[in-house]
């Protein structure tokens, strides 16, 4: 184990987790309680950050493994656990709201692919 690249991911874990924070919270604030909002917004905008991340780096830019580390797995791993997604899920289901919790798997599976598509069709269309 490289102590450094162990030190970014964690940097970026702080990075992630703060931001996931942050949007949450701004979501929280301006959506009905409910549906779990706040957890499919960063679910999807992790998924289009990461997809344009990974596309990025894939045409044009070689990042040092420490920062890939730490945009990969510490950033976009804070910022979009699904283990926030299963929890929310499992309490819709407790809950009895079994649309809302059908609505919310397909959506959050559905969407994030779409997202993840649209990142990386878009650095393509930028960078070709």
């Known amino acids: ?59 044009t830019w070689s990042p040092s493994p420490e920062i890939r580390a730490m945009l990969v797995v510490g950033v976009m791993g804070a910022f979009t656990t699904f283990s926030t997604f299963s929890m929310d899920l499992y309490y819709l289901i407790d809950r009895g709201a079994i649309v809302n919790a059908a609505l919310y798997a397909a959506g959050s599976v559905v969407v994030c692919l779409v997202a993840f598509w649209a990142g990386m069709s878009l650095l393509r269309m930028i960078l070709s």
Not at 8 to 21: E, H, S
Not at 38 to 58: D, I, K, P, R
């Open 1 to 59: 184990m490289n102590l450094q690249l162990l030190l970014f991911v964690g940097l970026g874990g702080a990075i992630g987790a703060m931001g996931r924070f942050v949007t949450m919270s701004a979501v929280g604030h301006v959506t009905h309680v409910g549906f779990p909002w706040s957890t499919l917004t960063v679910n999807v905008l992790g998924a289009f950050a990461l997809g344009s991340v990974l596309e990025l780096s894939a045409l």
